[in-house]
């Protein structure tokens, strides 16, 4: 899978991704944001691990942004089963050398559309940390809604703090 958004894309990961994989995951920023299923610090082992599972998975939900040269961030759906067989949960990041660009907006924003359009989905959700409204604010450009907060729902870095929900539904 590739889709291309501007000078950006979303693909598939290769074996090739690790090196780029772990020097912009093995960051302390990227971590803080995300669930500590995401090691830290970040080692090209856990990105060869990563790449991986990524490829086994069928169907494939998870993907890399990238330039034209290298990955430089992940973005992917986790399915739900059973009553919420319709929904999914939306996560990405990207290195902090990318940040602020409009890359992530953007990168979502192609990403929902794709989602919709592959999976049978009326809703994608996606939550956020307290400590991170340039996230929200990415979700708010992308078309996303602001739900909720989930009180202390989140323990990270030795803090239990708030968690922002947001989504949006199939037109």
Not at 66 to 74: D, F, H, P, V
């Amino acid at each position: 899978m590739c889709i291309e958004f501007g000078e950006w894309q979303i693909r598939s990961f290769r074996p090739e991704d690790a090196e780029s994989v772990a020097r912009h995951a093995n960051n302390r920023k990227v971590w803080r944001n995300l669930r500590d299923r995401f090691p830290h610090p970040y080692r090209v082992r856990h990105a060869e691990v990563w790449i991986d599972l990524a490829a086994a998975q069928t169907p494939e939900t998870n993907f890399a942004i990238a330039s034209a040269t290298e990955a430089i961030g992940g973005i992917g759906l986790e399915l739900r089963r059973d009553v919420h067989r319709r929904s999914a949960n939306v996560g990405y990041w990207l290195g902090e050398p990318y940040w602020g660009r409009g890359i992530a907006t953007r990168a979502l924003q192609a990403f929902t559309e794709f989602a919709f359009a592959e999976f049978d989905l009326v809703r994608i959700d996606a939550n956020v940390y307290e400590w991170n409204p340039a996230s929200a604010r990415v979700l708010e450009k992308a078309g996303y809604e602001y739900e909720g907060r989930l009180r202390k729902s989140i323990t990270k870095d030795g803090q239990t703090i708030d968690e922002w929900l947001y989504a949006t539904v199939r037109g």
